[in-house]
């Protein structure tokens, strides 16, 4: 693929003998939890 990076994994449901690694990146995974007024800047390409 050109361009930006993208996952091919499927969040909802992760094969994870197709894609080895992923179940290592969800161990170190961030999440948040915005709240009413908070805003998240993603800048382009992350």
């Known amino acids: ?3 930006p990076q993208v996952s ?3 969040l ?3 094969d ?3 894609y080895l ?3 290592e990146a969800l ?3 961030r999440t948040m939890e ?3 007024g908070d805003a998240i800047y993603m ?3 992350w």
């Open 8 to 10: 091919m994994v499927d």
């Open 21 to 23: 690694r992923f179940a």
């Open 27 to 29: 161990a170190s995974a």
């Open 43 to 45: 800048p382009p390409l």
């Open 1 to 3: 693929m050109a361009g």
């Open 34 to 36: 915005l709240g009413p």
């Open 12 to 14: 909802d449901a992760p």
């Open 16 to 18: 994870f003998e197709l």
